[in-house]
């Protein structure tokens, strides 16, 4: 039972390792694999390596994402630096406007979350397992008034995913103590709360 656990804290160590290297682009990831873990766990934390890699340049590495990203980042910065003025926020929403070829852009950043959401859904990711990579850019989204208002609200049925892991993301970023984007004033409204 001792070893099971020692096992289980030995495979979370080896994630945070990996999370914690691929925070910082171009570094190389050191596996921690000892002999004691068998092929098959060496095989599945290289896998997750990798697509964690992957999921990472998906952001990175292009350009349109990258400059959504940025977008969002400086309505939360302007939020919370307190200086969100009316203007902004309508400079803001018609930058998103639907005749916009950001608002296409903005679309694909929410539909690759969706994906994701749809991974966590299925199992085949685990919020613990992207939360330091990913959880930022999912409620700088998420949580923006503007992008709720344009998209998230108009068109939940698209984005059922997104909806269905929020309330779970939440929970594990509050358990960590880690304070989430906009949360305050610009949650989404819980089921529960209806």
């Known amino acids: 039972r001792l070893t099971a656990m020692l096992g289980c804290l030995q495979v979370q160590l080896i994630r945070l ?19 004691e873990m068998t092929a098959v766990e060496k095989n599945q934390l290289r896998n997750e390596a990798q697509f964690i890699t992957d999921l990472n340049e998906q952001f990175i590495g292009n350009e349109k994402m990258s400059a959504i990203e940025w977008e969002l980042e400086k309505f939360f910065y302007k939020y919370r630096s307190d200086e969100l003025t009316e203007e902004y926020i309508e400079e803001f929403r018609k930058h998103f406007d639907i005749e916009s070829e950001n608002r296409q852009n903005l679309v ?7 994906g994701i959401a749809a991974l966590v ?10 939360d330091d990579l990913m959880s930022y850019r999912y409620f700088i989204a998420m949580n923006n008034p503007i992008v709720q208002k344009l998209e998230l609200n108009e068109y939940s049925d698209f984005y059922k995913g997104c909806f269905g892991i929020y309330n779970a993301w939440v929970k594990e970023l509050k358990k ?3 304070e989430i984007p906009m949360y305050k004033d610009y949650k989404l409204i819980d089921e529960e709360e209806k």
């Open 17 to 35: 390792s990996i999370t914690l290297n691929f925070m910082l682009p171009g570094h190389t990831v050191w596996f921690m694999l000892t002999e």
């Open 108 to 114: 694909n950043y929410l539909v690759h979350l969706e």
């Open 121 to 130: 859904k299925n199992k085949i990711l685990h919020i613990e397992m992207i």
């Open 176 to 178: 960590q103590k880690i």
